[in-house]
């Protein structure tokens, strides 16, 4: 068990640039989650796979971000033409159809526009 | 609505001090509740949970935590707080049904840990 992994770790990028980020999830998991954590806040949910489908999204995902999930394994969080009030730090996690329904969360990918 | 209170954002204790974070949630059934912990920089580890059965939970590092549903609450607590226990806590209330599937989050409390 490796652990939810993400990249990259950190990403600094210009306002109106596209940045994508990869979420690889704990090997048996068919859930999947995206969350968006700003400073001095909880993580806000913003989207949820079961295997490839894409299941439910945040009013917080604007038409500029898209998520996908395309073999049920790894995400893609992409975010067109961004801007400041994007920068924060995105969590994913995953986890399996249990009774207990926990989430194991990645390190983060902390996204900074400037 | 649903939602997650933590009433203290910033909280001091001393090393080997007692320690209890609160959280209140508003949900309207039974909630599935989770405690986790955030080191700087990082993402978030699971500390414990509760979902059914006995209401006081036993989790990793020597916390534990107690569901009152009179009370909705669920309350954080250790009994002898390590200096490597400096971090921010999160409280979250997990929403199930149908296509919903998503953990509601605290503002989090940052603990700090005095020598």
């Known amino acids: 068990d490796t652990g939810v992994s993400q990249d990259p770790r950190h990403k600094i990028t210009k306002r109106g640039q596209n940045v994508t980020f990869r979420c690889d999830p704990i090997s048996e998991h068919n859930r999947l989650y995206w969350y968006r954590q700003t400073l001095g806040q909880g993580p806000e949910f913003l989207t949820y796979f079961q295997n490839e489908a894409q299941l439910e999204k945040s009013r917080l995902l604007s038409d500029r971000f898209s998520a996908e999930r395309p073999k049920g394994s790894f995400s893609t969080l992409e975010i067109q033409r961004t801007e400041q009030g994007d920068s924060a730090m995105y969590l994913c996690a995953s986890g399996v159809r249990d009774r207990a329904r926990e989430q194991y969360f990645g390190p983060g990918t902390r996204l900074t526009v400037t | 609505a649903q939602s997650v209170t933590q009433p203290d954002i910033h909280i001091t204790v001393s090393e080997g001090a007692s320690l209890e974070l609160r959280c209140n949630y508003s949900y309207g059934a039974t909630p599935y509740l989770f405690w986790y912990v955030q080191s700087p920089g990082q993402g978030l580890q699971l500390l414990l949970k509760?979902?059914?059965?006995?209401?006081l939970v036993q989790g990793i590092k020597g916390f534990e935590a107690e569901f009152k549903r009179s009370q909705s609450s669920f309350n954080l607590r250790k009994p002898s707080v390590h200096w490597s226990d400096a971090a921010e806590y999160f409280c979250a209330v997990g929403l199930y049904g149908g296509a919903t599937n998503k953990l509601i989050f605290g503002t989090g409390t940052l603990l700090a840990v005095q020598p």
């Open positions: 509760y979902f059914s059965g006995d209401t």
